[in-house]
């Protein structure tokens, strides 16, 4: 549970959000990302990102499985084509 956050600034201040008890440990988030961008901005990446996608052009998946593949593929997930 995020308690609180960085300010910029020629320093790095950490203000809390919420009150924190005595002892209690100081907790911050990065915020909700695949790995590229915590890698880009922040230096590291999770191993088990649950947040990691990969967009793909749906011209590239077919010309490279077929278009009746493709196709195909479209129908069994039970999308439309324009919301690719």
């Known amino acids: 549970d995020n308690n ?3 300010v910029g600034g020629d320093t790095m ?3 809390t959000v919420r009150a ?3 002892s209690e440990e100081v907790l911050n988030t990065f915020g909700i990302h695949g790995n590229a961008t915590l890698l880009h901005k922040y ?5 088990d990102n649950e947040h990691v996608c990969v ?3 749906p ?3 077919s010309r490279l499985a077929g278009e009746t593949a493709f196709q195909e593929a479209i129908s069994d997930l039970d999308i439309e084509e324009q919301v690719l």
Do not use: C
Request: without cysteine; charged residues 30%.
């Open 4 to 6: 609180a956050g960085l």
């Open 13 to 15: 201040d950490m203000t």
């Open 20 to 22: 924190v008890r005595k």
């Open 43 to 47: 230096g590291f990446a999770e191993l």
């Open 55 to 57: 967009s793909i052009r």
């Open 59 to 61: 011209e590239a998946v």
